[in-house]
């Protein structure tokens, strides 16, 4: 059984920095981040596959954002630079198989059997 452990949400002003980072117990191939602003649907925002080094955005966060990986502690991170309000949201880690980056990218709306219980980011104006 996987589990996850999500820290380092928090307040920060737009234009600022903030870096989440996961944990996870267990055997995982692939890690990743999904967000899930109020009223809206959860959403995908990066993805890593730990073999292979792979990694994969969306287009919203592409440029922004940098999701990296610490062997050692089987520990991912989502380093979040130049945040905007719309990146206000509870971050979610999420895990699964080898080929997750590959599914997300060809299923809209896919959900990995893993996840975190989130951590509030809130970005004000």
């Known amino acids: 059984q996987v589990q996850l452990v999500e820290s380092g949400g928090g307040l920060v002003q737009a234009g600022g920095s903030l870096r989440l980072s996961c944990a996870a117990s267990?055997?995982?191939?692939?890690m990743g981040w999904f967000r899930q602003a109020p009223g809206k649907e959860r959403e995908f925002v990066a993805a890593?596959?730990?073999?292979?080094?792979?990694?994969y955005y969306a287009d919203s966060v592409k440029g922004r954002f940098t999701i990296s990986r610490d062997n050692a502690k089987n520990t991912v991170y989502l380093q979040m630079n130049s945040l905007k309000p719309e990146d206000t949201a509870v971050y979610y880690c999420?895990?699964?198989?080898?080929?997750?980056?590959?599914?997300?990218?060809?299923?809209?709306?896919?959900?990995?059997?893993?996840w975190g219980q989130g951590t509030q980011v809130t970005v004000s104006p």
């Open positions: 999420a895990a699964g198989g080898s080929q997750m980056i590959a599914t997300i990218r060809q299923k809209s709306g896919y959900r990995p059997p893993y």
């Open positions: 267990g055997r995982t191939f692939s």
């Open positions: 890593l596959t730990w073999s292979t080094g792979n990694t």
